[in-house]
């Protein structure tokens, strides 16, 4: 039975941090690289962060680069994503999905369609 639980969500003010975890189980978590969604009220589901299966290449949008930083527990199944300096517009619903295809990369493939399985997601909400 595959699952993606995300959580580490809160309401928080402008500049402040969160980090959100993402617990997975029944994926070969090791096997796969991992990304970070998220979706505002009336807005499309954007990429945020990727990261390759053994940890060692990492991508994000332009919008959090510089702010947020992925990584990844395989011992844990667990991948995480560190948000600092938070902005109003970082309000939005975070999801943690699988990279479709074993031994996947990351840098190009951002849209959701390239990714399988996905959690339920969290809210983060951010005030300013």
């Known amino acids: 039975q595959v699952q993606l639980v995300e959580s580490g969500g809160g309401l928080v003010q402008a500049g402040d941090s969160l980090r959100l975890s993402c617990v997975t189980s029944?994926?070969?978590?090791?096997?796969?690289?991992m990304g970070w969604f998220r979706q505002a009220p009336g807005k499309e589901r954007e990429f945020v962060s990727g990261i390759t299966w053994g940890g060692s290449s990492t991508y994000f949008a332009d919008s959090v680069k510089g702010r947020f930083t992925i990584s990844r527990d395989n011992a844990k199944n667990t991948v995480y994503l560190q948000m600092n300096s938070l902005e109003p517009e970082d309000t939005a619903v975070y999801f943690c999905?699988?990279?479709?295809?074993?031994?996947?990369?990351?840098?190009?493939?951002?849209?959701?369609?390239?990714?399988?399985?996905w959690g339920q997601g969290t809210q983060g909400t951010v005030s300013s």
């Open positions: 029944g994926l070969r978590f090791s096997s796969y690289a």
């Open positions: 999905a699988r990279r479709r295809g074993v031994y996947s990369g990351i840098t190009q493939y951002t849209t959701p369609a390239d990714y399988d399985y």
